[in-house]
């Protein structure tokens, strides 16, 4: 029988979520029989024992990781999430591919702030999201993440309403949403701009809709993100992101997970 491994991604991309991204993807790979979880720098130590994989369950998001992960999808081996789309995932590229399908995102400019945001990846630490309130200066606050090195960065405006984490896997029905101050359960708290929630009412069959729709564009199937839902029900996508921790649907999402990956597996015969 051929090998499964499940790799898990650096904990520089982990902010407050180290082990629950690792419960999530030990979850997944119980379920599966996979007996090899390992970090992504790991997998660099590795790489040349791993000709006999058939699938690699990846959340890992090191350039280095993602290079690996092409060559052995190109050898016939199965993987989740896609390399290519873990790269989509990067903010200034998710949101221009929103922007060709016409997808809800919040206005470039408002009248109660505006958030500047790392563009060339996920968030790993807490200035690569910052509310800039109405009085204070957006380009001095873009300069402050060019001087830290990171040069790609996305300004958009505040749009006051509930914050709604969303999360999906691709093709399995699998669709959840809840509100992250109802529990408190928070990377950053930085929900706490927007305030406790309304529960205003949306389309949540809208919402599953798009953001299926985008992971597909993206090409990732393991997905998660964050909409704003204001006072009349309209939603914006703020964020978007390969393989969240899934930490309040963790029994649900590993099912979800496992049966797309299997399918995936039997599908390609191995």
């Given at each position: ?88 995932c990067a903010r200034n590229v998710w949101q221009r591919v929103m922007r060709r399908m016409n ?55 505040h749009v006051p309403g509930d914050v709604v984490k969303f999360y999906g896997v691709v093709g ?99």
């Amino acid at each position: 029988m051929k090998r499964k491994v499940a790799v898990l991604r650096d904990e520089s991309f982990s902010p407050h979520s180290v082990e629950k991204d690792r419960a999530i993807l030990e979850e997944v790979a119980r379920r599966m029989d996979i007996g090899e979880v390992i970090g992504e720098k790991e997998l660099m130590d590795l790489e040349k024992r791993f000709d006999d994989c058939s699938l690699l369950l990846s959340m890992g998001r090191l350039p280095q990781t993602l290079s690996f992960l092409t060559g052995m999808m190109r050898k016939g081996t199965v993987v989740i999430n896609n390399p290519k789309g873990v790269e989509n995932c990067a903010r200034n590229v998710w949101q221009r591919v929103m922007r060709r399908m016409n997808g809800p995102l919040p206005p470039d400019d408002g009248p109660f702030g505006h958030w500047v945001k790392r563009g060339d990846g996920a968030a790993r630490e807490r200035d690569d999201v910052v509310y800039v309130p109405n009085g204070e200066s957006v380009d001095e606050c873009v300069a402050r993440f060019h001087k830290r090195g990171v040069m790609r960065v996305s300004v958009s405006a505040h749009v006051p309403g509930d914050v709604v984490k969303f999360y999906g896997v691709v093709g399995t029905g699998f669709f959840r949403f809840c509100y992250p101050t109802d529990d408190g359960d928070t990377k950053f708290s930085l929900e706490r701009i927007n305030g406790s929630a309304h529960h205003y009412s949306f389309d949540e069959r809208r919402m599953k809709v798009v953001a299926e729709g985008l992971a597909t564009a993206l090409g990732v199937d393991v997905y998660g993100g964050d909409c704003i839902v204001n006072e009349n029900g309209q939603f914006f996508f703020i964020d978007f992101n390969d393989w969240p921790s899934f930490s309040r649907f963790i029994d649900e999402a590993a099912e979800a997970i496992a049966s797309m990956a299997t399918k995936r597996l039997e599908k390609d015969g191995q």
